[in-house]
């Protein structure tokens, strides 16, 4: 009687098993999936960075105005090398600047930034 018991048992079992195997299959094949959409949703996402970050560089090729900043940017440099006279100058300048709206401190960041393609700097702006 038991032996006759034992085959549908072990094939109760199997089924169970098969299931089991069954089911963790088609949870890695979900993670497989997932991981490959993310995957692609990245590669899109820097796909179209890189396309904008093109378009503004061809935008700026006919442009003064990298050229107008480095040389704002030098100005302060070249006075704090003329004595006390230029130290004076670039500290009053630089304290009327800190007396500025932060919109306006802020705008300057950005624009200065975008011109020379630094998106990441943007985020020494905030506070």
């Known amino acids: 009687m ?43 996402a820097a796909m179209h960075e890189a396309g904008w970050e093109k378009i503004m560089a061809q935008g700026t090729v006919h442009s003064l105005k990298d ?8 100005i302060p440099l070249i006075l704090a090398f003329c004595g006390e006279w230029g130290r004076g100058i670039v500290a009053d300048g630089f304290a009327a600047l800190s007396t500025m709206p932060e919109w306006y401190q802020y705008s300057l960041g950005v624009i200065v930034a975008s011109s020379f393609a630094v998106r990441s700097a943007t985020k020494f702006f905030r506070k």
């Open 2 to 44: 038991i032996q006759a018991l034992i085959p549908a048992i072990a094939e109760l079992a199997g089924g169970w098993l098969k299931g089991k195997a069954d089911e963790k299959a088609a949870q890695s094949r979900v993670k497989v999936a997932k991981a490959e959409a993310e995957a692609e949703v990245m590669k899109v």
């Open 67 to 74: 050229e107008w900043l480095v040389l704002l940017f030098s």
